[in-house]
């Protein structure tokens, strides 16, 4: 019915040489194929009412319905030869001309292939011999690209490409190495680089030294330092497993078990063997793989640089455990990287690790004041690590740079944390911690808006975060007990019903009417167990010894 509907609007706006019948089958074995392409309900109304969003969407859906029903666009490849009349090079344009449209009349394809490539150019109908006119040559610089990173759709399509899994496994699949840190998924701003531009006109050549951001990527997944490297050591020892075919080589086999061409024990004591063997083999032979490299040496002190996989993730490292000195460690930026990342950079990075970057001194102290790097991020430090004093840390604030920071910035921020005043005769302070800047009253944080300032935020402000964290808190408290404060039903970030207790969710969604649990049966639900009660060590008397009397 929806084809023989997508016929008839076919061949009455566009013509019978338009239309070609097409049924589409999926190319994944094991593919139910349980749900339905969305299509218009009628394919002859062009258009809809709604919100300019909606109509557009409307016009995506159907454009596609009717191309998916339409003959083939016929396109030549074509190379276009330019004679010039004063000298003998020649211009040449390569790309294709439509010598019939088919289904472009109705939907031009865009792409969101893995080469990033695009489609090819579209060249004017020309013909042979035709005289032309030269109205503007530009010549701009380009630069090469790298393959686009994958996103989710485009690593899904890879895997189905190469037959690795089914549909039920690509989302696990992709979870997983994201949950155990071998893969990031985010997104990173783009850079600005200059590039030329130069234009004949009129006998006139004009240069230019224009702009373009790049690199600017969007949800896309970037490989981590660990997943590199357990990723080598995979390659290195397990080739065979880690190889593209052997999956796909499963799934066939898979596909037979199914169909009773095979029997599994079979076929998993032909892979588990000698899979058995090369797992002993690693086990005695391999060793424990750090991604270490060595960048080459420090001219200053002449000793050893190097990058590796530390305990807390990636570090560079500055000398070796064999040294008369301690080796000097920094973690280095999510930005960088094992395999790319160059001696001068990590050089910075440890110039700014220890004491840091001299800012200069502290007006009110006279201690030197610095910027650098710390286990949670960027930060400024008042006091030497040395001294036996401890110094005094301050994180940096949103839009502050280890290179940008000043002194002037530096010592405003360790003002923090700030008295603002009072308010229901408790102190209320603002202060910056590891999650960002936050107001303290009576014992209980609120966090600061993205738009306000803790080095100038009012107590009016405070206080009116302060009653607006409470409304909140109070709309999520479904039931407390009087007896026993550190047990509370409440209703957790996702609206579910919950007890809260020891900082941890108990959930009980199930529970029909939360609000009528009694205290023994939370208790139970949560396995609270009664807090002992600290009792003081008795302290004994020392004998004192008196010497004889000779």
């Not at 610089?141 to 895997?159: G, Q, W």
């Not at 797992?279 to 080459?296: D, P, S």
């Not at 290179?403 to 405003?412: D, S």
Request: net charge positive.
């Amino acid at each position: 019915m929806a084809m023989g509907a997508a016929k008839n609007t076919i061949v009455e706006e566009y013509g019978e040489k338009y239309h070609k019948s097409r049924r589409y089958k999926t190319k994944i074995k094991g593919a139910q194929e349980a749900h339905e392409a969305i299509r218009p309900t009628y394919i002859k109304n062009k258009n809809v009412s709604g919100t300019s969003d909606q109509t557009r969407l409307y016009e995506l859906i159907r454009n596609r319905t009717v191309a998916s029903q339409m003959s083939d666009a016929i396109l030549e490849k074509t190379t276009v030869k330019i004679d010039i009349s004063t000298r003998k090079e020649n211009f040449q344009a390569q790309g294709e001309i439509i010598v019939f449209d088919g289904f472009l009349k109705v939907y031009k394809v865009s792409t969101d292939d893995e080469n990033g490539n695009g489609s090819s150019t579209l060249l004017p109908p020309l013909v042979k011999g035709e005289e032309t006119e030269l109205n503007r040559t530009e010549a701009v610089l380009k630069f090469s690209k790298h393959p686009p990173r994958y996103t989710e759709a485009s690593l899904v399509r890879k895997m189905e490409e190469l037959g690795i899994g089914r549909p039920s496994t690509y989302a696990p699949t992709i979870s997983t190495i994201q949950k155990r840190g071998y893969i990031i998924k985010e997104n990173r701003p783009g850079k600005t680089r200059k590039y030329d531009f130069i234009t004949l006109k009129n006998d006139a050549i004009k240069e230019q030294v224009k702009s373009e951001n790049y690199g600017a990527e969007k949800s896309k997944f970037f490989p981590t330092d660990i997943g590199m490297v357990v990723n080598d050591f995979l390659v290195e020892n397990f080739e065979n497993i880690v190889d593209y075919n052997f999956t796909a080589d499963v799934e066939q086999q898979f596909d037979k078990i199914a169909a009773g061409k095979k029997v599994w024990h079979k076929m998993i004591d032909e892979f588990y063997k000698p899979f058995h063997k090369t797992i002993e083999k690693t086990v005695e032979t391999a060793e424990r793989n750090t991604g270490e490299r060595i960048l080459g040496t420090d001219p200053e002190t002449n000793r050893e640089v190097l990058v590796r996989i530390g305990r807390f993730g990636p570090i560079a490292q500055l000398g070796t455990a064999e040294d008369d000195k301690k080796p000097q460690y920094v973690s280095l930026p999510k930005d960088k990287h094992l395999e790319t990342i160059t001696l001068e950079e990590v050089l910075d990075l440890l110039k700014n690790a220890g004491n840091g970057r001299l800012l200069g001194k502290d007006p009110n102290t006279g201690k030197n004041i610095y910027a650098r790097l710390g286990r949670f991020g960027a930060m400024v430090q008042l006091g030497e690590a040395d001294d036996k004093e401890k110094p005094t840390y301050a994180s940096l604030q949103a839009g502050m740079t280890l290179e940008g920071v000043t002194l002037a910035q530096a010592v405003e921020l360790f003002k923090l944390p700030r008295t603002i005043g009072e308010y229901e005769k408790k102190t209320v302070v603002a202060a910056v911690g590891r999650f960002g800047p936050y107001i303290r009253h009576d014992s209980k944080f609120v966090s600061l808006k993205k738009t306000d300032d803790p080095l100038s935020v009012s107590l009016e402000r405070a206080i009116e975060l302060i009653e607006e964290k409470r409304e909140k808190d109070k709309a999520k408290m479904i039931k407390e007990f009087t007896e026993e404060s550190s047990i509370k039903i409440i209703k957790d970030r996702w609206n579910r019903p919950c007890i809260y207790y020891n900082k941890k969710y108990t959930n009980i969604s199930k529970i029909e009417n939360p609000e009528e649990l009694t205290l023994e049966q939370c208790k139970e639900m949560v396995g609270f167990t009664e807090a002992k009660p600290k009792t003081k060590k008795k302290s004994t008397a020392k004998r004192k010894t008196v010497a004889k009397k000779k």
